[in-house]
Nanobody, 124 residues
Framework: QVQLVESGGGLVQAGGSLRLSCAAS????????MGWFRQAPGKEREFVAG????????SYVDSVKGRFTISRNNAKNTVYLQMNSLKPEDTAVYYC?????????????????WGQGTQVTVSS
């Protein structure tokens, strides 16, 4: 079992920045590929970013490329999502998730463990 707890969400104006953190406990964190997903009201949950267990091969959905950066610190059992140049369309509940395997995957069905989510609201 892996327990995931997100933090860092909040209200920010368009063009601002937020840094989300996801703290993991339980089984060896470094053995998991990590992903960030988001779900806006009335929309399906979508993949935002992912990173392999050794911190390589970051992957992003096209809408956040160049604005968001995913990283991880295995010594601290934490994965981060730095979000810059935020837009109102980034408003959503953001979830971190853990998947077994060494390759970043985008479908949420491959992720075994999920956090409770943190709200990000970007005002125009």
């Amino acid at each position: 079992q892996v327990q995931l707890v997100e933090s860092g969400g909040g209200l920010v104006q368009a063009g601002g920045s937020l840094r989300l953190s996801c703290a993991a406990s339980g089984r060896t964190f470094s053995g998991y590929t990590m992903g960030w997903f988001r779900q806006a009201p009335g929309k399906e949950r979508e993949f935002v970013a992912g990173i392999s267990w050794i911190g390589t091969s970051p992957s992003y959905v096209d809408s956040v490329k160049g604005r968001f950066t995913i990283s991880r610190n295995n010594a601290k059992n934490t994965v981060y999502l730095q979000m810059n140049s935020l837009k109102p369309e980034d408003t959503a509940v953001y979830y971190c998730a853990a998947a077994t395997g060494s390759t970043v995957v985008t479908p949420d069905r491959y992720y075994d463990y999920w956090g409770q989510g943190t709200q990000v609201t970007v005002s125009s």
